[in-house]
């Protein structure tokens, strides 16, 4: 399936005042431009404007191919979290624009991602040339454009490093990259000179992805009622382990919550379905057939767990506290961290944790899985699968261990939080239903979901002593530890020794994969987070 990258933006000298907006529309393979739109829409506010831009991009990457998948990058944060379904919609002119790029492409073909300005330069000028032929009197013209020439070149997709997925050339590699891209690019995406938006100097610097910012908005952006000019973005925006915005962890909200995946049935948890395993019981192994089933695991772990253990979860592998680390003790445990591919749940953004309707892979998951197993294949370092036991990462786990001739192991600490009452609902949806709840579990890790659901806390040490036991097995090996946003962001926030409320200012996209490797002497180091290069 063809896939574009739609970049869209709209601005208003006056807010209301003269506006316009542009669009572009590239390969998202390549980054060859493929369609440019812009237009002067007359008098008309920022956010308007940008919702034109939007309706307008889509259209152009339709009549391309209707087909397509689209990712849509838009430096407006208000556009991107209401197209997105975590915030409301209340200003009348934007309703019906918002409607109507909601039906361009099938919502599951459709994904939006907040990108600072300095990186929307191209729709960000085309807008710009449409307000100034608005303002000659004159129509703009794609003949006389010049946003394409004057926007600088994306810089070359570093070549993928060989060796074990997230090591260090790796991380290097992509570190060098991002620096140069951030150091290179704010010049040329300053907007206009003439151009003024209503939220013009509010957006903080490093700012998380916008889906990530719950914990950082005001009480009225936390509840979906959202102004009707786009809020700046704060340092402090939040998602926590899987995004709140992101309900699988919402499976959601990521980090604290939800994985992207964010949902099972609104209705009671399965009585069947597997909880915790008591530290001593053993670890049920799958041989990796279709259609094999998760082992009765022991029961749940009994309450939340105190902030101090999850603390202690923390310290169990963590670096020194000053100077550097004492001299390698031999080949670390690499676990290369796989999130599952997408489920029908995951593009509604729907809370789907281990206490819901369990749902298989969707196509596209398969897909996915399919991509990442040929990507590791290529690689040939993992020696080792071991899965969580819902479906959806015993599918995805099957599908790679096929391709690499292993077979695949299931651990029941690696499942998702159990969401409660939330499994299946939408973030908006928990607000509306128990605000009191939520904001007390966005509030701390020792909160719990509605209707008995797992604390962050609980997590933390139930994910820690999982990978204790991995460890202990896996010790000098690379394993692929197929699971969810929480569980894999709780790794990586251990690994770090950093706070709970880190869990929200992570993003994990659906097969991505991230790596972590632990030494004999106790130290620990990330070496790669959220890579999806292999789904290009």
């Known amino acids: 399936m063809r896939e574009f990258v739609v970049e869209a933006d709209g601005g208003s000298r ?15 393979a390549t980054g060859e431009t493929l369609a440019e739109a812009a237009e002067y829409i007359g008098v008309a506010t920022n956010n308007v404007a940008e919702y034109r831009g939007l309706l307008a991009g889509l259209r152009a990457a339709r009549e391309l191919d209707p087909d397509a998948r689209v990712r849509v990058r838009m430096d407006s944060k208000l556009v991107v979290e209401q197209m997105s379904g975590r915030w409301k919609i209340k200003h009348p002119a934007m309703k019906p624009l918002a409607a109507q790029a909601a039906t361009v492409f099938p919502p599951d073909r459709v994904t939006y991602e907040w990108i600072p300005r300095a990186r929307n330069t191209h729709a960000d000028r085309l807008a710009n040339e449409a307000m100034d032929a608005g303002r000659r009197g004159e129509s703009w013209s794609p003949a006389e454009s010049r946003a394409d020439l004057d926007t600088p070149p994306a810089a ?30 704010a010049a040329p995406g300053e907007p206009g000179p003439e151009r003024r938006r209503a939220a013009e100097g509010t957006a903080a610097a490093g700012a998380a992805d916008p889906a990530e910012t719950v914990r950082g908005r005001s009480t009225e952006d936390a509840s979906g009622e959202e102004p009707d000019t786009e809020p700046g973005l704060r340092a402090d925006d939040t998602e926590a382990g899987p995004r709140a915005d992101d309900p699988e962890a919402a499976d959601v909200p990521g980090g604290r919550g939800a994985e992207g995946d964010s949902g099972g049935a609104g209705g009671p948890a399965p009585t069947g379905r597997v909880r915790g395993r008591r530290a001593g019981e053993p670890r049920a192994t799958a041989v990796g057939a279709a259609g094999e089933g998760p082992a009765d695991g022991g029961p749940s772990p009994a309450g939340p767990a105190p902030a101090d253990a999850d603390r202690r979860a923390a310290q169990a592998v963590a670096t020194p506290a000053s100077g550097w680390a004492p001299a390698d003790m031999g080949a670390p445990a690499t676990f290369v961290l796989l999130r599952h591919g997408e489920t029908p ?29 040929a990507a590791l294949a290529r690689r040939g370092t993992v020696q080792a699968v071991v899965a969580s036991p819902l479906a959806r990462t015993r599918e995805t786990a099957r599908i790679v261990a096929a391709r690499l001739g292993l077979d695949v192991a299931v651990e ?4 998702e939080t159990d969401f409660g009452a939330w499994e299946g609902l939408t973030f908006g949806e928990v607000r509306e239903r128990y605000p009191e709840d939520l904001d007390a579990w966005l509030a701390s890790p020792d909160a719990e979901p509605t209707g008995g659901g797992e604390s ?24 692929l530890l197929v699971t969810h946003v929480t569980p894999i962001k709780m790794m990586v926030r251990l690994a770090l020794g950093a706070p709970p409320e880190a869990l929200f200012r992570m993003e994990l996209s659906a097969a991505s994969l991230s790596a972590v490797a ?13 890579d999806t290069s292999h789904l290009r």
């Not at 997925?165 to 620096?179: H, I, K, Q, S």
């Not at 029941?412 to 499942?415: A, E, I, P, Q, Y």
């Not at 962050?456 to 394993?479: C, H, N, P």
Request: glycine letters at 14%; hydrophobic letters at 35%.
């Open 345 to 373: 749940l995951t593009p509604q953004k729907r809370f789907s944790g281990s206490g819901g309707s369990d749902p298989s892979l969707s196509d596209i998951g398969r897909e996915q899985a399919g991509k990442v197993a």
């Open 14 to 28: 006056g807010n209301p005042g003269p506006a316009g907006y542009g669009a572009v529309v590239s390969d998202a």
């Open 156 to 185: 070359p997709l570093a070549p993928a490093p060989e060796g074990t997925p997230g090591d260090a050339t790796a991380g290097a590699a992509r570190v060098r990259e991002a620096l140069a891209s951030a150091g290179g690019a």
């Open 456 to 479: 962050f806390a609980a997590t933390a040490v139930r994910v820690a002593e999982a990978r204790d036991r991995l460890l202990a097995e896996y010790r000098g090996r690379t394993v």
């Open 412 to 415: 029941d600490g690696l499942r």
């Open 518 to 530: 632990y030494y004999a002497d106790g130290n620990a180091s990330v070496r790669l987070f959220n």
